[in-house]
């Protein structure tokens, strides 16, 4: 079965495939196509692992193929990222040529097989490898506690760019600041903040308990545990014991449930199967969690103090209205936009009540 | 130590006669060891039993024989020693303009602040000059000494006058590193950027075997080697690729490897056995810090896998690949490297600045002389610069005409690369020197 000539030609036929983006039609006609065809596919729910051995890249483009064949969302960067990470790297571009052509161990492939498989169920990647990466971070990551997404990198860049121009944050310096988080999820906000900040601290709390696991984990994982304390509290329930928390801090940050809830239903099986859908339904508006946190933030903010959120592209002047309504001690200070250009960023002020504003106009 | 010498003649004459083909380690050795103004430190006693045009003519592949100077021979010129003195009077000149018991006339605030930088440029220059200068006079004492009667007074002297040697030598290489000036952007970092040429897969697989063996070069000094962008081709070939390189002296070695290399061998996709030519280019990119060029981020276009739909929460996906575009120029730059997206823009960034702040470079080294032979810059970017013959085994450097064996060692990017890249630095301060020796006497005529 695996003399030189039957692998030398099968690899040939690999190589083909490779190169000119070989798709479907052969593929049911009887031909040595190698040991794994796609009978086996269209029989069992998952694919065989093949008895001959098999390279990196040719895991990866079988892979590949079957995520497409099967609808898998990103079929190509899901198998290289899989793959990778089974090899001990993070991208396929990291690892050297020898490896990826190097026959993979029957663990190995096994391994391969089994991640994979569970990637056909529509699993997001980050489950099935269990990890991902945040900003200068690696958190893992466990179903069904919401992953991060690359705009909240964002968020953490705005709120360390303002933290960093205050006096008493840097390395060395006498005063220490907290932060409060709202709905820490992995731990990837307060987490990538104190990696920054040696003389900041924080407090974050989530209404999961499955959340405030896990950032407890990655909190040890990266040792910044003794500067974080993680709550298991609800906003919308415990305000009052959020409040009693900690003493008045000077940055809020969130990134709060905010899709609206007729938005559920389109999403993607990746999230809706997968994700806390209490941690991505924000109500009818997808304003419910974000009004309460603003309408505690005097309370929780020192003098001056700023929250920092993220919200979806239609909030930003609904949030701007509302708050002038109904949060005199908060002031708009301005909505900042994402890297694709959509407003996603709101960032508010406590300040003086307005209505002692106007008196003192009088 | 006589046998070792003949031997060495020996085993010259006899290399002279060999083809480059098959080159003795031992000679190897040697030979590097001998060619470029380094011998003298590279053996124990150095005695001048062969004349310097002899040994250099063996080792040029072109007619056009390359001469680099010795130590000696570049302090006989009279044009050196007349720079030397002009720097002397000149120290001594400013030194006295801004010491307290100064001229007459009042000297404006920025003309002293002139002198004074003037003053502590040239001060350890002409300390050495000083020192050499005391150490001549000293080997004039000891030639007395070595006439003596005494024989053990005359061992003593030829001690001295051994240590008197040695030390008038490094005084004049230092005096040589003094002169020459450093370049802003030899302090810097740089980004390296390799793209196939001509050859289809045989180029592209030949760029992906020197990317490897800068990322060894770059390993053999302790740099660090960040790849910012990275294509391949089918067959694991390497279209395009950049890496930031940063450690200490990194672009002050590196920018003389900018250029186009040639390939000369039979490809791994060649059927017939026939010999192909192929090339690749090299483009060494000084990486400038924040404060010496910013980019207003209005000019950029940044796309993303996100930008389709409302994004954020709505979305999950795992493709974290960026693209940058310089608006007004048109420049590109991309990365995935990274799973993080802030990271690959971060990177991509980085290579946008380096490109963007070597095009800035090019109007600047274009006022240099164009009669160098080891040029930088655009000048260099499309001069082949170094032919890898695999038949005969050899690597030529066509600046210097400097053929060096043992391709599988080279492509290490160890020592094959370093003495190579050492080699053209000292070709290339004495183009300078001899420069900065015309304009001086340029000046004083």
Same mark, same amino acid.
């Given at each position: 079965?695996?003399?030189?000539?039957?692998?030398?030609?099968?690899?040939?036929?690999?190589?083909?495939?490779?190169?000119?983006?070989?798709?479907?039609?052969?593929?049911?006609?009887?031909?040595?196509?190698?040991?794994?065809?796609?009978?086996?596919?269209?029989?069992?729910?998952?694919?065989?692992?093949?008895?001959?051995?098999?390279?990196?890249?040719?895991?990866?483009?079988?892979?590949?193929?079957?995520?497409?064949?099967?609808?898998?969302?990103?079929?190509?960067?899901?198998?290289?990222?899989?793959?990778?990470?089974?090899?001990?790297?993070?991208?396929?571009?990291?690892?050297?040529?020898?490896?990826?052509?190097?026959?993979?161990?029957?663990?190995?492939?096994?391994?391969?097989?089994?991640?994979?498989?569970?990637?056909?169920?529509?699993?997001?990647?980050?489950?099935?490898?269990?990890?991902?990466?945040?900003?200068?971070?690696?958190?893992?990551?466990?179903?069904?506690?919401?992953?991060?997404?690359?705009?909240?990198?964002?968020?953490?860049?705005?709120?360390?760019?303002?933290?960093?121009?205050?006096?008493?944050?840097?390395?060395?310096?006498?005063?220490?600041?907290?932060?409060?988080?709202?709905?820490?999820?992995?731990?990837?906000?307060?987490?990538?903040?104190?990696?920054?900040?040696?003389?900041?601290?924080?407090?974050?709390?989530?209404?999961?308990?499955?959340?405030?696991?896990?950032?407890?984990?990655?909190?040890?994982?990266?040792?910044?545990?003794?500067?974080?304390?993680?709550?298991?509290?609800?906003?919308?329930?415990?305000?009052?014991?959020?409040?009693?928390?900690?003493?008045?801090?000077?940055?809020?940050?969130?990134?709060?449930?905010?899709?609206?809830?007729?938005?559920?239903?389109?999403?993607?099986?990746?999230?809706?199967?997968?994700?806390?859908?209490?941690?991505?339904?924000?109500?009818?508006?997808?304003?419910?969690?974000?009004?309460?946190?603003?309408?505690?933030?005097?309370?929780?903010?020192?003098?001056?103090?700023?929250?920092?959120?993220?919200?979806?592209?239609?909030?930003?002047?609904?949030?701007?209205?509302?708050?002038?309504?109904?949060?005199?001690?908060?002031?708009?200070?301005?909505?900042?936009?994402?890297?694709?250009?959509?407003?996603?960023?709101?960032?508010?002020?406590?300040?003086?009540?307005?209505?002692?504003?106007?008196?003192?106009?009088? | 130590?006589?046998?070792?010498?003949?031997?060495? &003649?020996?085993?010259?004459?006899?290399?002279?006669?060999?083809?480059?083909?098959?080159?003795?380690?031992?000679?190897?050795?040697?030979?590097?060891?001998?060619?470029?103004?380094?011998?003298?430190?590279?053996?124990?006693?150095?005695?001048? &039993?062969?004349?310097?045009?002899?040994?250099?003519?063996?080792?040029?592949?072109?007619?056009?024989?390359?001469?680099?100077?010795?130590?000696?021979?570049?302090?006989?010129?009279?044009?050196?020693?007349?720079?030397?003195?002009?720097?002397?009077?000149?120290?001594?000149?400013?030194?006295?303009?801004?010491?307290?018991?100064?001229?007459?006339?009042?000297?404006?605030?920025?003309?002293?602040?002139?002198?004074?930088?003037?003053?502590?440029?040239?001060?350890?220059?002409?300390?050495?000059?000083?020192?050499?200068?005391?150490?001549?006079?000293?080997?004039?004492?000891?030639?007395?000494?070595?006439?003596?009667?005494?024989?053990?007074?005359?061992?003593?002297?030829?001690?001295?006058?051994?240590?008197?040697?040695?030390?008038?030598?490094?005084?004049?290489?230092?005096?040589?590193?003094?002169?020459?000036?450093?370049?802003?952007?030899?302090?810097?970092?740089?980004?390296?950027?390799?793209?196939?040429?001509?050859?289809?897969?045989?180029?592209?697989?030949?760029?992906?075997?020197?990317?490897?063996?800068?990322?060894?070069?770059?390993?053999?000094?302790?740099?660090?080697?960040?790849?910012?962008?990275?294509?391949?081709?089918?067959?694991?070939?390497?279209?395009?690729?950049?890496?930031?390189?940063?450690?200490?002296?990194?672009?002050?070695?590196?920018?003389?490897?900018?250029?186009?290399?040639?390939?000369?061998?039979?490809?791994?996709?060649?059927?017939?056995?026939?010999?192909?030519?192929?090339?690749?280019?090299?483009?060494?990119?000084?990486?400038?810090?924040?404060?010496?060029?910013?980019?207003?981020?209005?000019?950029?276009?940044?796309?993303?896998?996100?930008?389709?739909?409302?994004?954020?929460?709505?979305?999950?996906?795992?493709?974290?690949?960026?693209?940058?575009?310089?608006?007004?120029?048109? &420049?590109?730059?991309?990365?995935?490297?990274?799973?993080?997206?802030?990271?690959?823009?971060?990177?991509?960034?980085?290579?946008?600045?380096?490109?963007?702040?070597?095009?800035?470079?090019?109007?600047?080294?274009?006022?240099?002389?164009?009669?160098?032979?080891?040029?930088?810059?655009?000048?260099?970017?499309?001069?082949?610069?170094?032919?890898?013959?695999?038949?005969?085994?050899?690597?030529?450097?066509?600046?210097?005409?400097?053929?060096?064996?043992?391709?599988?060692?080279?492509?290490?990017?160890?020592?094959?690369?370093?003495?190579?890249?050492?080699?053209?630095?000292?070709?290339?301060?004495?183009?300078?020197?001899?420069?900065?020796?015309?304009?001086?006497?340029?000046?004083?005529?």
């Amino acid at each position: 079965m695996n003399n030189d000539a039957e692998t030398v030609f099968v690899l040939n036929m690999w190589r083909r495939s490779l190169s000119t983006r070989y798709r479907c039609f052969g593929r049911r006609s009887v031909g040595p196509k190698g040991v794994w065809s796609s009978h086996a596919v269209r029989t069992c729910s998952s694919p065989v692992l093949p008895a001959g051995r098999i390279t990196a890249l040719e895991a990866v483009d079988f892979w590949r193929r079957h995520f497409e064949e099967r609808g898998v969302m990103e079929p190509d960067q899901s198998s290289q990222h899989i793959i990778a990470h089974v090899l001990g790297a993070k991208t396929i571009e990291s690892l050297e040529r020898e490896r990826l052509t190097e026959f993979l161990s029957q663990e190995t492939a096994e391994q391969v097989w089994k991640l994979c498989t569970r990637r056909l169920s529509r699993m997001p990647v980050q489950y099935v490898i269990e990890e991902w990466d945040f900003r200068d971070l690696t958190l893992k990551m466990r179903p069904p506690v919401f992953i991060p997404r690359p705009e909240t990198e964002e968020l953490v860049e705005l709120v360390l760019t303002d933290l960093l121009m205050k006096p008493g944050t840097g390395v060395g310096a006498d005063t220490q600041h907290t932060c409060l988080e709202v709905g820490c999820g992995s731990g990837a906000i307060s987490l990538s903040l104190l990696k920054s900040l040696p003389q900041l601290k924080a407090v974050a709390l989530d209404q999961s308990q499955d959340a405030v696991d896990l950032t407890t984990e990655n909190a040890l994982r990266l040792r910044l545990q003794d500067r974080l304390q993680v709550h298991h509290l609800d906003i919308m329930k415990d305000a009052e014991t959020v409040l009693s928390l900690c003493r008045p801090v000077l940055v809020l940050v969130s990134n709060p449930p905010y899709l609206f809830s007729e938005d559920m239903a389109s999403l993607e099986p990746e999230i809706f199967r997968f994700e806390d859908h209490a941690a991505l339904d924000g109500g009818e508006d997808g304003l419910r969690v974000i009004k309460q946190i603003l309408v505690l933030a005097p309370q929780i903010l020192s003098d001056h103090g700023r929250v920092y959120m993220e919200v979806d592209p239609r909030h930003p002047p609904l949030i701007r209205q509302w708050v002038e309504v109904n949060v005199g001690e908060l002031q708009y200070v301005e909505t900042r936009h994402d890297i694709t250009g959509r407003p996603r960023f709101c960032i508010l002020q406590k300040a003086k009540a307005k209505r002692d504003h106007k008196l003192d106009l009088d | 130590m006589l046998s070792r010498w003949k031997r060495f &003649v020996y085993l010259l004459r006899c290399s002279y006669y060999v083809s480059e083909v098959e080159a003795k380690p031992q000679l190897q050795q040697y030979r590097s060891a001998f060619v470029f103004g380094s011998w003298i430190r590279r053996l124990p006693k150095p005695q001048t &039993v062969f004349s310097d045009r002899t040994r250099r003519t063996l080792h040029t592949s072109s007619p056009s024989m390359v001469k680099l100077l010795s130590v000696e021979e570049l302090f006989a010129r009279r044009s050196l020693q007349e720079h030397l003195k002009k720097m002397e009077m000149e120290y001594g000149d400013c030194l006295w303009a801004v010491s307290s018991s100064g001229p007459e006339e009042q000297c404006s605030e920025d003309q002293l602040r002139t002198k004074r930088t003037k003053v502590s440029l040239l001060a350890p220059l002409v300390q050495s000059i000083r020192e050499l200068d005391a150490k001549q006079k000293e080997i004039a004492e000891t030639e007395i000494l070595l006439k003596d009667e005494d024989p053990a007074l005359r061992e003593l002297a030829e001690l001295e006058r051994e240590n008197c040697v040695q030390d008038i030598r490094d005084l004049r290489q230092k005096i040589l590193e003094l002169l020459i000036p450093e370049e802003e952007a030899d302090l810097s970092d740089l980004v390296l950027e390799v793209t196939a040429g001509v050859g289809g897969q045989e180029a592209m697989l030949f760029t992906a075997e020197m990317f490897d063996m800068y990322q060894g070069f770059a390993q053999h000094h302790g740099w660090s080697f960040d790849v910012l962008e990275h294509m391949t081709s089918d067959i694991g070939g390497l279209r395009h690729a950049s890496a930031s390189i940063s450690g200490s002296q990194s672009y002050k070695k590196m920018k003389f490897e900018a250029g186009v290399h040639r390939v000369q061998r039979v490809p791994k996709t060649e059927k017939q056995g026939r010999m192909h030519t192929s090339t690749m280019t090299v483009a060494v990119l000084p990486q400038p810090t924040e404060i010496s060029f910013t980019i207003n981020p209005k000019d950029l276009r940044i796309d993303t896998k996100r930008a389709s739909g409302a994004g954020g929460q709505h979305v999950n996906t795992t493709d974290s690949a960026v693209r940058i575009v310089h608006l007004p120029t048109g &420049v590109v730059a991309e990365c995935q490297q990274e799973r993080s997206q802030l990271k690959n823009r971060e990177k991509a960034m980085k290579a946008l600045r380096a490109k963007l702040y070597g095009m800035k470079l090019e109007e600047e080294t274009s006022k240099r002389s164009n009669q160098r032979k080891i040029q930088i810059g655009t000048k260099g970017r499309s001069e082949k610069i170094r032919t890898y013959n695999f038949a005969q085994d050899r690597i030529t450097d066509h600046r210097i005409g400097m053929t060096v064996h043992d391709i599988k060692s080279f492509l290490l990017g160890e020592d094959l690369l370093d003495e190579m890249n050492s080699s053209l630095q000292e070709f290339s301060d004495q183009e300078t020197l001899m420069e900065l020796l015309e304009e001086s006497s340029q000046e004083v005529s």
